[in-house]
């Protein structure tokens, strides 16, 4: 008996020679890179412009598509992206616990529905550009899920701007109806992204990036408001050098900056316009588009956390009483109304490809 625990005991440890066989023993378990399809080989609207291969098959078991997560594919990099993104806010969130009680202070709350809906608009993206290519229905379904992400994410943006970076006088102008108009243009994005995504098989991709497009542009514009009016009081004293910058306003900055240039690649398939057929793995606008959009996200959260610390006696007495505990109810409704628009828009899908999967003649 000592021996056969002995034995099993030792199968547990692994030896240098056996973390040098981890990559060949990872290629064996997983699907062979060979397995990829061309463009012509998958259905036209699962087809990505200027991006000829790379392409998973369809109607395969869950554990082909979750093994993929470590397969080279033109996925593979949209999946990681975001992974590792969503990962480091985690990471950053739990480093936050150590100095906020976001259990007992309402205050700051607003910081964690961004850090939620940063999170989750992540995970829902990796989840989606993993587990979309095993079918029709679920290529869909799983889009959804991300502009649903997407959605809540704007939600995060509009209440840590509202709360923390506002100034005096742009509150007064926008209060009572800020946040709830910042609620409509989430549960309206997320509409325009989800029709965009149902016509897709029917609507030139310009029609449908505008209809994408437009709603979220204007979501942002409104979310931002408050960072833009801040930049607007701000620069004039700088201009002036007698005005001291809030350790923030970088950072604000840089949101700004990484959230416009992302735009710029999430509408535009560039490089693989330049280079077709050479960035289906590496290289592509959306890729480009995520890390921007990360580092976009890192940037408000640390902008936020700043302004969260070091305006606290400015915005304590802007804000009521209980308008905290509104917001995050709010923010379950337009969870709520999001989800639910995602779901009709997928009802609508099925009904489109019947019962049998397939795309409807009719």
Avoid at 200 to 223: E, F, I, M
Avoid at 258 to 279: L, M
Avoid at 336 to 356: D, E, P, Q, T, W
């Amino acid at each position: 008996m000592a021996t056969i625990v002995m034995e099993q005991i030792g199968r547990l440890f692994i030896n240098l020679q056996q973390v040098r066989r981890v990559p060949q023993m990872l290629s064996e378990a997983l699907p062979s890179k060979t397995d990829t399809l061309r463009d012509t080989e998958v259905p036209q609207f699962f087809r990505e412009r200027y991006i000829y291969s790379g392409y998973r098959a369809l109607h395969q078991n869950w554990r082909y598509y979750f093994l993929s997560l470590l397969q080279r594919h033109n996925e593979t990099i949209n999946v990681w992206t975001h992974l590792v993104g969503a990962l480091v806010i985690l990471m950053r969130t739990a480093q936050f616990t150590e100095t906020i009680d976001f259990m007992n202070d309402p205050h700051s709350w607003p910081l964690l529905i961004l850090l939620l809906s940063s999170a989750g608009y992540m995970s829902f993206s990796a989840v989606a550009h993993l587990l979309a290519a095993k079918s029709e229905v679920c290529h869909y379904a799983f889009f959804y899920l991300d502009y649903v992400g997407v959605s809540m994410y704007q939600y995060g943006s509009a209440v840590a701007h509202y709360y923390y970076a506002i100034e005096e006088s742009w509150h007064a102008r926008v209060r009572g109806f800020f946040m709830p108009i910042a609620s409509f243009l989430c549960c309206l994005s997320c509409f325009g992204c989800c029709y965009g995504k149902y016509r897709n098989y029917s609507l030139p991709t310009w029609v449908r990036k505008v209809g994408q497009v437009v709603p979220s542009a204007v979501a942002y514009s409104w979310d931002t408001s408050p960072v833009f009016h801040r930049f607007i009081i701000w620069f004039p004293s700088w201009a002036r050098g007698d005005s001291k910058s809030s350790p923030a306003l970088p950072f604000h900055f840089g949101q700004v900056a990484f959230f416009i240039s992302s735009a710029f690649f999430f509408t535009q398939p560039i490089p693989e316009r330049w280079f077709p057929g050479h960035c289906d793995f590496l290289g592509q606008g959306h890729q480009v588009f995520h890390v921007l959009l990360a580092l976009c996200t890192v940037c408000q959260i640390n902008a936020s956390f700043l302004d969260y610390h070091n305006r606290r006696d400015f915005y304590v007495n802007l804000h009521a009483d209980g308008e905290a505990s509104f917001f995050v109810l709010l923010y379950i409704l337009t969870f709520v109304i999001s989800a639910l628009i995602a779901l009709c828009m997928l009802v609508k899908v099925k009904r489109l490809f019947g019962y049998g999967g397939k795309l409807s003649k009719e």
